[in-house]
T-cell receptor, first 114, second 115 residues
């Protein structure tokens, strides 16, 4: 079955460390997204990508970086500049250019600080 | 700009009782409307969507929602809930002609079904 795979499910970061969250999809979607979810705040967009080798900042991009070298993959790096990284991170994808299409989500990565 | 307000952060309800989860939105342009469900430690799954046409939309798991343009609302309902409906529910709007990159999610409503 097609879907989105996020790994790891749980991740711990030490002070000053960069960590990378993996997101892979086999839905053949062009558009991919990273969201941050905090309790009571819904989802906030970190970055999105419409095509390979192109990505755009979302509402809360500071302290994060992404790459899109392959259509199927959209990894997110949480850098040491992100001072409050503890959150649930969700990757999503959708058919590009169609705002009437829903987003498909992975099962998330929960990041905590050691 | 768009905004989404889910009027209740938590809704406790007894099993087999009806439930309504409220969603209001604000937008200067026309939008598509979605409801998603999130079970613990999982991603979001689409429940239903309103694109156009009939204002009453039926989704999975017996849920339905009604679009009210004059009140800019999109409330989610189920006539009889089950324990398995315990989850968090998110309302979302996506402005037309923006390619989905401007989707705004509400803060979520946690539905707790009691036996």
């Amino acid at each position: 079955d097609g879907g989105i795979t996020q790994s790891p499910k749980y991740l711990f970061r030490k002070e000053g460390q960069n960590v990378t969250l993996s997101c892979e999809q086999n839905l053949n979607h062009d558009a991919m997204y990273w969201y941050r979810q905090d309790p009571g705040q819904g989802l906030r967009l970190i970055y999105y990508s419409q095509i390979v080798n192109d990505f755009q900042k979302g509402d809360i991009a500071e302290g994060y970086s992404v790459s899109r070298e392959k259509k199927e993959s959209f990894p997110l790096t949480v850098t040491s500049a992100q001072k409050n990284p503890t959150a649930f991170y969700l990757c999503a994808s959708s058919i590009m250019g169609q705002s009437n299409q829903p987003q498909h989500f992975g099962d998330g990565t929960r990041l905590s600080i050691l | 700009a768009q905004s989404v307000t889910q009027l209740d952060s938590q809704v406790p309800v007894f099993e087999e009782a009806p439930v309504e989860l409220r969603c209001n939105y604000s937008s200067s342009v026309s939008v598509y409307l979605f409801w998603y469900v999130q079970y613990p430690n999982q991603g979001l799954q689409l429940l239903l969507k309103y694109l156009s046409g009939s204002t009453l939309v039926k989704g999975i798991n017996g849920f339905e929602a009604e679009f009210n343009k004059s009140q800019t609302s999109f409330h989610l309902r189920k006539p009889s809930v089950h324990i398995s409906d315990t989850a968090e529910y998110f309302c979302a709007v996506s402005p037309l002609m923006t390619g989905g990159f401007k989707t705004i999610f509400g803060a979520g409503t946690r539905l707790f079904v009691k036996a």
